[in-house]
């Protein structure tokens, strides 16, 4: 279910947000009642889920006051820095994100996220997002996310003191056009997955959380590119599973004036 953060900042409930996607995953959400999470490691982008060079900087310079001495008894001291790194890569794998868009509908998002004409997308609003958790055992995070330079300086709000969530709150600045809100779950190592029944994707690809399409979804446009055709199969699916929502064709799609 939805769960506050305090690392997190949350948009206001009526904050309209969208996700894109071909009609295949948009028949998965409807149909199983799932939204995929992939792993950080999953996005395609390296610096998912890494910190800004200030932050590790910072904490290779004060190991010893962040650690008590006795830790050196179980950490070799010398190779404590390398260590930490791949602990901070790892976890990559073990933080599932949904990412959601927060402007009205974009021209480049349906060209980034919809590569045919069966593109949809979902609008929903930040309150729907959290009430449509509400059957998912998992604690799931909304925030906005904060678009930095890794290499120049540190996020506005300051170093965080604890490694979740904060690294998978930053995105690159050539990113922020896509004014992304996240939701983010974390999931268990390996040894606590009986305690918490999850299912993971094979290969550890992502998480299945649970929703329900009909608190999720507002409305659905189809993409610009999409037929009349395409809109009657959306509406049937949508009254096959008692969803009554409203279906436009995207605004893009309107004819120009000369």
């Known amino acids: 279910m939805y769960k506050e953060h305090p690392a997190f900042k949350t948009p206001e409930d009526n904050k309209k947000i969208w996700r894109y996607m071909d009609f295949i995953k948009f028949a998965d959400i409807i149909d199983r009642r799932k939204l995929y999470f992939p792993t950080v490691d999953r996005l395609g982008d390296p610096?998912?889920?890494?910190?800004?060079?200030?932050?590790?900087?910072?904490?290779?310079?004060?190991?010893?006051?962040?650690?008590?001495?006795?830790?050196?008894?179980?950490?070799?001291?010398?190779?404590?820095?390398?260590?930490?790194?791949?602990?901070r890569r790892t976890n990559r794998k073990f933080v599932a994100i949904s990412c959601w868009n927060m402007q009205e509908e974009s021209a480049a998002l349906w060209?980034?996220?919809c590569h045919s004409d069966n593109g949809i997308a979902i609008q929903t609003t930040i309150k729907r997002?959290?009430?449509?958790?509400?059957?998912?055992?998992?604690?799931?995070?909304?925030g906005e996310v904060e678009y930095i330079d890794y290499y120049s300086q540190p996020p506005s709000d300051s170093l965080p003191d604890d490694f979740f969530p904060k690294?998978?709150?930053?995105?690159?600045k050539s990113f922020k056009f896509e004014n992304e809100v996240r939701a983010v779950t974390e999931l268990p190592q390996l040894e606590k997955i009986s305690d918490f029944h999850a299912k993971f994707i094979p290969g550890h690809k992502g998480?299945?959380?649970?929703?329900?399409?009909?608190l999720l979804i507002e409305n659905v446009y189809l993409s610009p590119m999409s037929s009349k055709w395409q809109k009657k199969v959306v509406k049937s699916l949508l009254s096959k599973y008692g969803l009554k929502k409203k279906v436009y064709q995207s605004i893009l799609d309107e004819k120009p004036i000369y």
Not at 47 to 62: H, L, Q, R
Not at 68 to 77: A, C, D, H
Not at 167 to 172: A, D, E, R, S, T
Not at 207 to 214: F, H, K, L, R
């Open 47 to 87: 610096f998912e889920g890494s910190f800004p060079k200030a932050y590790i900087d910072y904490f290779n310079a004060n190991l010893d006051k962040i650690f008590r001495p006795e830790t050196w008894e179980l950490i070799n001291r010398e190779q404590a820095p390398k260590g930490f790194a791949r602990a």
């Open 111 to 113: 060209q980034l996220y």
């Open 129 to 142: 997002l959290k009430n449509s958790l509400k059957d998912e055992k998992r604690d799931v995070h909304i």
């Open 167 to 172: 690294p998978f709150l930053y995105k690159g």
């Open 207 to 214: 998480y299945d959380v649970t929703i329900d399409p009909d």
